[in-house]
Every structure is written in structure tokens, then in C-alpha cells.
């Protein structure tokens, strides 16, 4: 069969690798993709994300036997809806579904009602009213825009004055646009964050390996926010009695929840999560894999997964197996300056052996095509499976080493926490 994969960046890389490696799949197209996949055998394919009309033309006039989504901008912007429209099979939530991501306060409010742990939190639309909340819980606080804003719409205010600063340009200056214009305010909460999975199909649900993200810019967590610098998966550290809690508190009510909305669930949940003394909380919901966990899960993936999609899309039960030994971590390499300005252009590295696997989110060939160039802020990632955690860093870490990282840079410290 042949599949589409809908995105760019490294989360669509290894979605895309995963299913080129099944029995059952003879070509896999990414649109747009970038240069890099094509090192792995993949097809790019020059359609942005949001040309749906030509996505839709593209599938049908090659056969596609079914489309993956992988951002979440897309799902916000009704994809799935339009080729279900006519008839294709596509694996993703519906607008509607996905709105559990594009829409912070929908969250909550789906949360509340169906008594799922989370944060308390207020939502507003005006400024004063924010203020006034502000300064009425205190600090530390979270400042969250309502809609989608690339990961940039969260700001963990550790003042008062910080927090005013975070709600006014949002509110009054408009910097995050329309995803901006409300505004979700809610309490600090104090504990271990992480990541649960799961592919869904209504009530049903096959959860993942828990990974760990990274999402601050440098070593022990400083710096500002970004998509993310690292991950590992499984958290070696967290026990299975908290994974049990989450399914029971969290998964199965807010799969239970949608479908009683009226909003049935396809595809994958995110569900970000945070351990808390009073037990796990959720910080937020994404309608997607997240980035870069995609590239530490799908790894460990030991049963064919184009089938089992296919399986889920045709509402058989799916036997889908995962490795359960070791760990596997990934390293990002990012052009300096990001998550802020940041230059393009600069040359990479060669594509690393078979025991660490290059996943690339942003690059492109050079005009003469021979070399591989940055094009992103996050531009590549490394992948490696190890017995242990501080084996696999080490292996990563070696092989940064003796890179060129000229103009690119990497957190040295990726899966510390899982050490302590």
C-alpha cells in the first residue's frame, strides 16, 4: 500500500521511517516533508499543509490507502473532516475532536465537567479582569494562551508582575494573534512532568510507553521555552501504579467525555501530564504525537505500524507489541539562537550508522545538491536504544562530539533526571 504522511518536521521523519519499514507498505509520501527524509527512501512531496484541495487530489489520484497527520495546526484547520468529506481514509481527529488541543479553555471545561485532575484556572477575555485574578492567587502562576501559538503560548510566571507582563501582551499588545485573545490563567502546579500516549478509536485505546520531554532551551532547565531539545523513552523512574492512576483518572473519562460531547475520538491522544502529591494532573492535551517524543516511542515499536493503523481505521483489534527492554533517547540539534532569530544555511553533519538514527526537521539540499544545509530552528535528532539510560547518552554525546555543530547547538544534559 502506499500512505501519506501530512507535516515536515522530525515528528513526521520517524512516522514516516516507521511505516516505510512495513511488510505491507510499498511507498510512503511526506507533504511537504524536507530534504533530509529523503536520505531514509522517503518521497516529499511539494504540497503545504494547509492546501487541502491538493492533499485530497494527491491522495486519490495515487491511491493512497490512507493518510497520517502529524501537526496540530492542520487537525485544527479541519483536514480530517474534508477527507473524510470524500471518502478517504485519513487517521486523526476531526476538528471538532482536536479541539481538545486548539482550544485551552475547551480542555478545561471538558475537564471540569467530567471531574478529570487538572490545574483550577479562570479564562478571560479583557485584560482587567485578568489582572485582578492575578493578583488575587499570586505567584508563581501559568499564563496560557487559548488557542494554538507553535509552543510558544505558555509562560510560567514566577511574579506577579511577570505574569500581568505575559497577560497584557497577549491581551492588549496582540502578539500571539487570535491565538491570544483569550487567555487561560491557572495555578502552579509542583511536580515530575510526562508524556502518555495512546492511539484511539472511540473508547478504545492502546497506550505507548510514558517518554519524557525537555522543553526548556539549555542545560537544568534554563532558558526560554521551545518545541522541545530531547527526549527518552520509557521514565524508567515513574512506577506502573501511576501509569494505572493516569488511565483510570484521565484516559478512559476524557475518552468517555468526547464521545458523551458528541466529538468521538480517532487517532492519537497526548496527554502531558505531571506528578503531583495529591497524584498525576494533566497540564494539557495535544490531538497529535507530540515532538520529539514521536522519535523516541516509535523506535521501541516492535509490531508492524502501518498494519496496526490499519487495523484501527478499520475498527479491528490491532496486536501491537512494543520492546521492554532498555531505553531510548534522542538529543536535538538546533541552529544557535533558537527558539528566537536564528540564521539558515548552515551544513550538517553526514547521516549517522544504523545504532543512532538521524531524524531531520528542518533541512534542504544545497542549490547543486550536495549538501545537506539547516533550514529551522530545530534542525536534526539524534535516536539511539540502549540497556540504560546513561548508555545511551553517552553513545549520543560521543557521536555530538565529533561532529561539526558549527552554528548548531544541543543541550548536554538530556535524560539527567532519570539518573537521580
Known amino acids: 500500500m502506499k500512505i501519506l504522511v501530512i507535516g515536515s518536521g522530525g515528528r513526521e521523519h520517524a512516522i514516516a521511517k516507521k511505516l516505510l519499514d512495513s511488510e505491507v507498505v510499498e511507498s510512503v509520501f511526506v507533504a511537504p516533508g524536507n530534504d533530509g527524509m529523503t536520505l531514509d527512501g522517503l518521497v516529499c ?43 478517504l481514509k485519513i487517521f486523526g481527529p476531526t476538528r471538532l ?47 496560557k494562551a487559548d488557542g494554538l501559538a507553535l509552543g510558544k503560548g505558555v509562560v510560567v510566571a514566577m511574579t506577579v508582575q511577570e505574569a500581568i507582563q505575559a497577560a497584557h501582551e497577549m491581551l492588549i499588545d496582540n502578539k500571539l494573534g487570535d491565538s491570544g485573545v483569550r487567555v487561560v490563567i491557572e495555578e502552579f ?24 520531554d525537555h522543553k526548556r532551551a539549555f542545560d537544568g532547565d ?24 493516569s488511565v483510570e483518572t484521565i484516559i478512559k473519562p476524557v475518552l468517555e467525555g468526547m464521545i458523551k460531547e458528541g466529538r468521538p475520538y480517532l487517532g492519537v491522544l ?20 507530540g515532538d520529539p517524543e514521536t522519535q523516541v516511542i516509535l523506535p521501541r515499536l516492535s509490531s508492524d505500524f502501518a498494519q496496526n493503523i490499519t487495523d ?43 545504532d543512532i538514527t538521524s531524524y531531520y526537521a528542518g533541512a534542504r539540499f544545497s542549490e547543486n545538491g550536495q549538501a545537506l544545509l539547516s533550514h529551522g530552528g530545530r534542525v536534526y535528532m539524534l535516536v539511539t536504544t540502549a540497556d540504560t ?23 548536554t544534559d538530556i535524560g539527567r533526571k532519570a539518573l537521580k
Not at 70 to 77: E, K, N, S, V
Not at 189 to 212: C, I
Not at 340 to 349: E, I, Q, S, T
Open 189 to 212: 502546579l509542583e511536580g515530575e512532568e510526562f508524556s502518555l500516549f495512546a492511539f484511539v478509536n472511540g473508547d478504545k485505546f492502546y497506550l505507548m510507553p510514558t517518554a519524557q
Open 222 to 245: 534554563k532558558g526560554p521555552n521551545t518545541g522541545g531539545m530531547g527526549a527518552y523513552a520509557p521514565v524508567p523512574h515513574l512506577p506502573q501504579s501511576v501509569v494505572d492512576a
Open 45 to 87: 512531496v511539494d504540497i503545504t499543509i494547509s492546501e487541502h484541495s491538493r492533499l485530497i487530489e494527491f491522495a486519490k489520484k495515487n491511491k493512497v490507502a490512507w493518510t497520517f497527520v502529524g501537526p496540530d495546526d492542520a487537525l485544527a484547520a479541519g483536514i480530517v473532516d474534508e477527507f473524510r468529506q470524500v471518502g
Open 312 to 354: 484501527i481505521l478499520e475498527e479491528k483489534e490491532p496486536e501491537i507489541r512494543w520492546i521492554d527492554q532498555g531505553v531510548t533517547l534522542g538529543v536535538v540539534v538546533a541552529s544557535e539562537g533558537y527558539p528566537l532569530a536564528y540564521d539558515k544555511g548552515v551544513p550538517l553533519p553526514a547521516k549517522t550508522s544504523d
Open 97 to 143: 475532536a482536536a479541539e481538545l488541543e486548539w482550544s485551552k479553555d475547551f480542555a478545561k471545561s471538558l475537564m471540569s465537567q467530567y471531574r478529570i485532575p487538572t490545574a483550577a484556572y479562570g479564562t478571560f477575555s479583557h485584560f482587567e479582569e485578568a489582572k485582578a485574578y492575578i493578583e488575587k492567587q499570586g505567584a508563581p502562576i501559568v499564563i
Open 389 to 411: 539510560v546513561k548508555a545511551a547518552q553517552t553513545r549520543i554525546y560521543q557521536e555530538l562530539e565529533k561532529q561539526d555543530t558549527t552554528g548548531l547547538f544541543y543541550r
Open 270 to 289: 497526548y496527554a502531558g501530564l505531571i506528578l503531583t502529591a495529591d497524584g498525576p494532573k494533566v497540564i494539557e492535551f495535544n490531538a497529535r504525537f
